[in-house]
């Protein structure tokens, strides 16, 4: 009977990606195959920690880009980023009406893309939760939303496990980080976490979700907090990253 409703449903209001309008035949999509294309999908070989592509490269598994080659940042060497895209093309567009159209059907789509590429990167996942990268109050307000919770609820609800939106708090405003050097960015985000409900994290294996990935300044800040309060691990994902690779 419910699958009856469904296609009636759906022959009445038929899905729509949220980019170009078209209608999408195949239910739970979250864009139509033509934007899909749009969409620059990194492949391994990656980076082994911050998920830069290192295209054409052969014999790569645990290299490392430019950038953090030259890492100097006290993070444990199991700390690694994937990203599942360049911030480019639609991605980049889908994401700029998330976060500056309030485009909430964008957003679901892009947490079905998000949820979908997961395995790639993390085939066994291992985490015991999900941590989206927290906004600052007075951010919050004037956004009305966290766009890294609308992307991580689904990929938490597949792989079972809690979506953590208030075991870590951002406890400093700071300037919007797109416009500032690597080295303003980092300094703007000293101090700027703090874990709220220890025995939460404290042995636990985290998955800190963020939306782009541009310095990694942000993540690093955010893992240093978590692992100052006992995790036992922490991996980020992101579901778009900077096409440059963070050469410091």
């Known amino acids: 009977m419910n699958a009856l409703l469904d296609e009636f449903l759906s022959t009445l209001f038929p899905h729509s990606c949220p980019l170009c309008r078209k209608v999408i035949p195949v239910k739970g999509e979250g864009f139509c195959t033509a934007c899909l294309e749009g969409f620059p999908v990194i492949q391994e070989p990656v980076c082994y920690r911050c998920g830069y592509p290192l295209a054409g490269r052969t014999g790569s598994e645990g290299a490392l880009c430019p950038g953090c080659i030259s890492w100097n940042v006290p993070l444990p060497p199991s700390y690694k980023v994937r ?41 066994q996942s291992g985490f015991d939760r999900v941590v989206p990268v927290p906004l600052h109050p007075k951010r919050l307000r004037a956004r009305e939303f966290n766009q890294c919770v609308l992307l991580a609820r689904p990929l938490a609800a597949r792989l079972g496990i809690p979506l953590d939106l208030d075991a870590v708090e951002r406890v400093r405003h700071t300037l919007p980080q797109s416009a500032s050097t690597e080295k303003v960015r980092r300094k703007n985000l000293r101090g700027a976490f703090q874990v709220r409900k220890v025995p939460r994290i404290e042995g636990q294996s985290i998955l800190v979700l963020d939306d782009v990935y541009t310095t990694g300044a942000t993540l690093e800040a955010l893992t240093l907090c978590l692992l100052s309060a006992g995790a036992s691990r922490v991996a980020a994902l992101t579901l778009a990253r900077s096409p440059s690779p963070n050469i410091s």
């Open 83 to 123: 990203s599942i895209a360049l911030y480019a093309g639609n991605v980049r567009q889908a994401i700029l009406r998330v976060k500056y159209g309030r485009q909430a059907p964008v957003a679901r789509s892009l947490s079905v893309f998000l949820r979908d590429h997961f395995t790639r990167f993390f085939p």
